[in-house]
């Protein structure tokens, strides 16, 4: 959860806007802003929605203190009439979306926020930079999900990136099936399972490699991993089975060829007579090192860099946009912008995936004004969030992520068998917008 008012974890532009809308009298204009992606990364064939529970989380903590009013008066972000304002802020609207762990496409309308001009207006770069970057792990540790199969995969990338995006990246790859982290405030924060036994430093502290070894299993048991290949890859393997006998747990493996390893290593395992001890793989794995193993002898796969990165896609590139307002006459109004490769579609949104007589995904449509029309077994996808500024229950915290967790499971099963190969394609469901009004009174 967040520690601290989240309020300043914005771009100075958006106080800006925020001031000159508040001196022209706009802002206080009812508006809905819509998070979307334009497009999903190159060749990718579906996205993953993370994130949420976080934004909501801080959205409670989205307060201007004194620190921060004095912060902003000091180096001249907004004038006095901004600051006034600000210092009694607290959003009062209402936020619908895709529920977390759920899949995205092209144009999906993820994040929909109703409220005045002023109030989405400073919760934009908040709100990119969470789904941004949370969405882009998810989307990665689920394809990298899809390729271990049956095998588990463990997030351990909390060296290869920020503190605190570690403990998103951590929740984010639990939401889309990791079976467990090793970053410990994750654990503590969202009660996420947190593993972990000894890096090479371990070994070489100690003055032999058995010496290293019978110390972890003294303190750990003989169920413990033990890493392998600080020297020579088969004496460590020896000296384990020596140390732990047949209860061993598992060796990992964090260098070399590990197809070929995994392969000669289980063989000495079962000659030594350690047939259920496990073999753990580490060593800067993607999905597309974890697909090339499947035919190893491997139970699990620790992966870090590559996660955390997003595995060549650092950012969901989704943008904040606002889709419609209140005019003058108190009439909404949609809007869009038309700029060449960056046009939106105005009109707030309904959204629903169209699934047909097997419960597979066939469609997106999204409503322009109103809720497209479906079929019986097609599934809404927007959920409310945020009520009048009261957060709703069952969203966020440990709950939040179990729910995501059951809801990227279920969304997976939903698709083609071809959307959880690692070929490049187009997204596996098409999205079509739904614009009945429109096209009726073009009708007439």
């Known amino acids: 959860m967040w520690q601290q008012p989240t309020s300043l974890f914005t771009d100075h532009y958006e106080l800006t806007m925020l001031q000159a809308s508040l001196h022209s009298g706009a802002g206080h204009r009812r508006s809905v802003f819509e998070a979307f992606a334009r497009r999903l990364p190159d060749g990718r064939r579906y996205g993953v929605v993370a994130g949420t529970g976080r934004i909501l989380e801080g959205l409670e903590h989205f307060r201007f203190g004194a620190e921060q ?12 009439r901004t600051l006034e304002y600000l210092e009694g802020f607290r959003f ?16 999906s309308p993820i994040l929909i926020v109703e409220s005045t001009f002023a109030e989405a207006c ?27 199969g049956s095998r588990p995969c463990i997030e351990m990338g909390s060296r290869r990136t920020q503190e605190e995006s570690a403990v998103a990246a951590a929740r984010a790859a639990v939401i889309a099936g990791f079976s467990s982290t090793s970053n410990l405030e994750s654990g503590q924060r969202y009660g996420l399972k947190t593993v972990g036994t000894a890096a090479h430093s371990f070994t070489m502290l100690h003055d032999s490699e058995r010496e290293a070894f019978e110390a ?34 598992a060796v990992r493996l964090d260098s070399g060829d590990l197809v070929e390893q995994a392969r000669w290593v289980r063989t000495l395992l079962d000659d030594l007579g350690n047939h259920n001890t496990r073999i753990l793989v580490t060593s800067d794995l993607d999905e597309y090192a974890i697909a090339a193993l ?14 955390v990165t997003g595995s060549g896609a650092p950012t969901a590139s989704m943008v904040y946009k606002l889709v419609s307002r209140r ?64 957060l709703l229950p ?25 959307a959880r190969r690692l070929q490049r394609g187009e997204p596996v469901v098409p999205t079509e917008f739904v614009d009945e009004a429109r096209q009726a009174g073009a009708a007439l």
Do not use: C
């Open 69 to 80: 009013l004095e912060f902003l008066e000091r180096n001249r972000v907004v004038d006095s």
């Open 92 to 107: 009062t609207g209402d936020i619908f979306g895709y529920a977390e762990g759920d899949l995205y496409f092209p144009g």
């Open 122 to 148: 400073v919760l934009e770069t908040f709100i990119l930079s969470a789904l941004n970057h949370d969405s882009a792990i998810a989307s990665a540790a689920s394809r990298m999900v899809a390729a271990a």
């Open 216 to 249: 972890q299993v003294a303190s750990m048991g003989r169920d413990t991993t033990l890493l392998v290949d600080t020297y020579d890859v088969e004496q460590g393997v020896r000296t384990a089975v020596e140390v732990a006998g047949p209860e061993l747990g």
């Open 294 to 307: 499947q035919s190893a002898p491997v139970d699990a796969y620790g992966v870090g860099t590559s996660l």
């Open 327 to 390: 005019n003058d006459a108190g009439e909404f109004v949609d809007v869009a912008k038309a700029a060449k490769n960056k046009s939106s579609v105005g009109g707030r949104k309904f959204a629903l995936r169209r699934l047909n007589e097997r419960g597979r995904a066939t469609a997106e449509l999204v409503g322009v004004g109103e809720r497209p029309a479906g079929d019986a077994n097609d599934r809404d996808l927007l959920h409310q969030f945020v009520d009048a500024g009261e």
């Open 394 to 418: 069952g969203w966020t915290g440990h709950e939040g992520v179990l729910r995501a967790a059951r809801r990227h499971h279920d969304s997976v099963q939903e698709l083609p068998g071809v």
